[in-house]
């Protein structure tokens, strides 16, 4: 098991354009490996994306409640319908949430761990999660998309677990 760092802001990778992988070698797959014991090591995190380890790469990893883990290399959101606002916070912003629009649902294409594109629909948290982690291959925090600019919720780090888990269980 390989946990990395998770960078936080004001670390400058965050707010890297993330570059596409071109071959999906060892070196890839064990960085995903790495991801995804990083992101259940959390324990409350529903994804993750490689700039958030350090890693300025278009590779992101999902894994929602209702549904099983997605590997993403290279996506890209095809469609998106709808708009909601939610309540969304981020292992790179610990400790605070806030109010963000996103779709309804998402239509995604992407590569997946050995190389095969796939194309997913999906709705609810795992389009809301998808569409955050691909904002972070782009530089974007969740901060940036704020529905009242500036305005964020502060959480007890002993209370994260337990908004995340609610949230979750609302959507």
Do not use: W
Request: with cysteine.
């Amino acid at each position: 098991m390989t946990v990395l760092r998770i960078r936080t802001v004001p670390d400058p990778v965050l707010r890297l354009k993330a570059k596409r992988v071109t071959t999906i070698d060892a070196s890839v797959l064990r960085l995903v490996d790495a991801m995804i014991d990083t992101l259940h090591s959390v324990g409350h995190g529903v994804g993750l994306a490689a700039p958030q380890v350090g890693k300025p790469l278009r590779i992101a990893v999902v894994e929602p409640p209702e549904g099983p883990l997605i590997v993403l290399i290279n996506p890209e959101i095809t469609k998106r319908e709808g708009e909601r606002v939610v309540d969304e916070g981020c292992l790179s912003v610990p400790g605070y949430r806030g109010q963000v629009k996103r779709a309804v649902s998402v239509k995604v294409k992407y590569l997946n761990r050995e190389g095969k594109e796939e194309r997913l629909k999906c709705t609810d948290l795992t389009a809301q999660a998808i569409e955050h982690e691909l904002d972070h291959l782009d530089g974007i925090l969740f901060t940036d998309r704020l529905v009242e600019p500036g305005k964020l919720e502060r959480v007890e780090p002993e209370d994260v677990q337990a908004t995340e888990t609610a949230f979750a269980e609302s959507h």
